[in-house]
């Protein structure tokens, strides 16, 4: 099946410095990105859409300047938590739908980001 | 907006058991639905789906799933676990183009 491929893995940063995740599909274009967060023992909880060329839509609740989102290309999306706060430590989650296959084509799940701010 | 409930948050089995996890959406009209799979250090990964048709739907590893319409339930069923299918399981439904997760279920079975 289609891969969705994200990185780092694992990321331990400083207070106040800001984080960049990537998300890339790795056999499939896709014109949308979705990104969520997991919070421990708690479901998905979805935080924005990525749109490629165009700005993203963020979720109710989720402050677009803290958690800027960036789909440069078919196959690339980028999460950047900006000025990260312990309480940002996650796992962050981002998944893709192969644009072939429509709108109820599969989502695909990266393996996540685990964000842990000292 | 849709909404799911899993009703189950921790399952303990033995191996052979039978295992049925509960999912409920909020509200009618056209849902697709989906049960992902989430084992331990891995990613993601879909059980199953329904979109429209039967709605007892065969996924993989043995798992189905019946759409029951009245009930807005679709429950997860396997016939005999294997200590192989310890993992979190997500029920979702999709709310436009976005798919909203129940909390997820946690399966441990057991030798």
């Known amino acids: 099946g289609a891969v969705v491929s994200q990185h780092p893995s694992r990321v331990i940063c400083k207070s106040g410095t800001s984080v960049k995740i990537e998300c890339r599909s790795l056999?499939?274009?896709?014109?949308?990105m979705f990104w969520y967060r997991q919070f421990p023992k708690q479901s998905l909880m979805l935080m924005a859409t990525?749109?490629?060329?165009?700005?993203?839509?963020?979720e109710q609740g989720v402050e677009k300047d803290k958690f800027l989102i960036n789909h440069a290309s078919l196959t690339l999306s980028t999460l950047t938590v900006t000025s990260a706060h312990p309480e940002d430590s996650s796992f962050y989650i981002c998944?893709?739908?192969?644009f072939g296959g429509g709108a109820t084509g599969e989502l695909f799940f990266g393996e996540g980001s685990r964000l842990t701010v000292l | 907006a849709q909404s799911v409930s899993q009703h189950n948050h921790h399952v303990i089995l033995s191996e052979a058991a039978s295992l049925e996890l509960g999912c409920n959406y909020s509200?009618?009209?056209?849902?697709?639905l989906f049960w992902y799979v989430q084992y331990p250090g891995q990613h993601l990964q879909l059980l199953l789906k329904?979109?429209?048709?039967?709605?007892l739907v065969k996924g993989i590893k043995g798992f189905e799933a019946e759409f029951i319409k009245s009930k807005f339930s679709f429950n997860l069923r396997k016939p005999s676990v294997q200590w192989s299918d310890t993992a979190e399981y997500f029920c979702?439904?999709?709310?436009?183009?976005?798919?909203?997760f129940g909390t997820g279920t946690r399966l441990q079975v057991f030798p």
């Open positions: 056999d499939f274009q896709a014109t949308t």
């Open positions: 509200y009618g009209g056209t849902v697709n």
């Open positions: 998944s893709a739908r192969d």
């Open positions: 329904y979109f429209s048709g039967d709605p």
């Open positions: 979702a439904v999709k709310d436009t183009d976005k798919l909203i």
């Open positions: 990525s749109n490629e060329g165009s700005k993203a839509t963020y």
